[in-house]
């Protein structure tokens, strides 16, 4: 048994400890905010913070998470109060949404290390991978949470 703390809920799990994180998250654990994209860490729907920093969870092992601090989007702000939800929705970031919750988690994690970032660090940060190309709108809502953090 793994035992992981997740969403501040510790979870024991029967798993190998190379499955990775993403299918702990999705398939045993059941927290389905947390997408599957690429499968090689390349397009960050997947991400969720792991000790505060952004982790693409395809990849990484499970056993790298015990005993750290797992967050997903579920986590992040149950009600959806967290700065970058509410930038997101005003400023109507998602078309299809199939991306947005690694996006979202993504973007916080930037947001807790540098809390006004300017376009570079937004371009060097956020590699995510959005298909319907809101990339506008998602550094318009960046700067938004970034002056309400």
Same mark, same amino acid.
């Given at each position: 048994?793994?035992?992981?703390?997740?969403?501040?809920?510790?979870?024991?799990?029967?798993?190998?400890?190379?499955?990775?994180?993403?299918?702990?998250?999705?398939?045993?654990?059941?927290?389905?905010?947390? @997408?599957?994209?690429?499968?090689?860490?390349?397009?960050?729907?997947?991400?969720?913070h792991v000790n505060g920093e952004a982790v693409r969870s395809c990849v990484?092992?499970?056993?790298?998470?015990?005993?750290?601090?797992?967050?997903?989007?579920?986590?992040?702000?149950?009600?959806?109060?967290?700065?970058v939800q509410r930038a997101w929705v005003a400023q109507q970031v998602p078309?299809?949404?199939?991306c947005q919750s690694g996006m979202v988690m993504a973007v916080a994690a930037?947001?807790? @290390? @540098?809390?006004?970032?300017?376009?570079?660090?937004?371009?060097?940060?956020?590699?995510?991978?959005?298909?319907?190309?809101?990339?506008?709108?998602?550094?318009?809502?960046?700067?938004?949470?970034?002056?309400?953090?």
């Open positions: 048994m793994i035992a992981l703390t997740v969403n501040g809920k510790t979870h024991s799990v029967d798993v190998s400890p190379e499955m990775p994180l993403l299918w702990v998250l999705r398939d045993v654990i059941g927290l389905t905010g947390v @997408k599957f994209g690429c499968g090689m860490a390349l397009c960050g729907a997947c991400t969720v990484l092992p499970v056993s790298v998470a015990v005993g750290k601090k797992v967050v997903t989007i579920e986590g992040l702000a149950p009600n959806g109060t967290h700065p078309q299809c949404g199939y930037l947001l807790a @290390k @540098k809390p006004a970032p300017t376009d570079a660090d937004i371009d060097a940060e956020i590699t995510n991978i959005c298909r319907c190309g809101t990339y506008t709108r998602i550094r318009q809502a960046i700067h938004a949470a970034a002056k309400k953090a």
